[in-house]
């Protein structure tokens, strides 16, 4: 099951459960889609993975499988910028 992670890893910005900003690579690592397309060229910084858009858990199942309230915030390693 996803953790839905809380933030974007390069700015920290909140991508809560709904928000439709919010890009995935297989390993959850989490960005918002301006960072994503404009810094990480939808490639994740950490696996090389790509990064695409994440589902999001419907609100009839948010009470029994709640979202990451784990913030991880690296903004060194986003320092790259699409080329």
Do not use: Q
């Not at 890893?9 to 889609?33: G, K, V, Y």
């Not at 990480?40 to 948010?62: D, Y």
């Amino acid at each position: 099951m996803l953790d839905i992670r809380p933030n974007c890893e390069c700015c920290n910005a909140d991508l809560p459960n709904e928000s439709m900003d919010a890009r995935i690579c297989t390993f959850e690592c989490t960005f918002c889609a301006r960072c994503a397309d404009e810094r990480l060229a939808n490639v994740c910084p950490n696996c090389g993975g790509e990064l695409v858009r994440r589902p999001r858990r419907p609100a009839s199942k948010l009470g029994k499988y709640p979202p990451s309230i784990e913030r991880i915030y690296k903004p060194d390693g986003c320092l790259k910028t699409a080329a």
